[in-house]
């Protein structure tokens, strides 16, 4: 999903300190060395990266370069393997009865819990390596006037993903402009105390 779509959801943030000048024309290296990698050559279960936000596949900015006038865009790249439980489900049963075949033949009666844990994971690593990781795509779009940040999804496990990421990346923590956070920052810090004295109202 992304802004280049007919509808979009985003969350919004707001970098919590001064971008250092030395940083702007680093920022496409920077891109580069945090690019994605491919994982369909291993086990992985997820891949991450940043890639070209006109082309997914792109993680050199061939296509395009990121910036776009006072703006930097660019794309964060999630791959995961999703494994059917129904399908790991029946090969780990399968290892734990061949499993059973071999200990009955040394006189043994029962699969330790320590040994089924074992299986499982071989089965959840061999499967692994035997799908291929379904890939999406997150659009980032970074104002570099003002320094808000917009980026393509809502889902709560890939924003801290996203923030931690763009840490890694550019050394710069990032903070979600939530509605509270955003009439601070419209009116300054003398409205806090009135916005936790207000009331929620109900429409229904």
Known sequence: MGFLNASTSFTRYKITEPVPKELWPEIPEKLRQFSFKE?????????????????????????????????????????????????MKKHVAIAIREEERKIKEQGKKYVSRERKKELKE?????????????????????????????????????????????????????????????AISLM??????????VEPANFA
Not at 148 to 177: C, R
Not at 188 to 197: C, F, S, W
Request: net charge negative; aromatic share 12%; proline share 6%.
């Open 39 to 87: 994982i369909e050559e291993s086990a992985e279960e997820r891949g991450w990266g940043w890639v070209c936000f006109d082309d997914m596949l792109d993680s050199h900015w061939h296509t395009a370069p990121p910036e776009k006038g006072a703006y930097l865009t660019f794309s964060l790249r999630l791959d995961t393997r999703r494994i059917p439980s129904a399908v």
């Open 122 to 182: 071989q089965v959840q690593l061999k499967l692994r390596a035997r799908t291929l990781p379904v890939p999406a795509e997150f659009h980032v779009v970074w104002n570099m006037q003002t320094n808000d940040v917009y980026f393509a999804s809502t889902q709560a496990k890939v924003l801290e993903l996203f923030v931690d990421y763009f840490a890694q990346s550019f050394g710069l923590d990032l903070e979600p402009m939530t509605p509270y956070a955003l």
């Open 188 to 197: 300054g810090d003398d409205i806090a105390e009135k916005l936790d004295t």
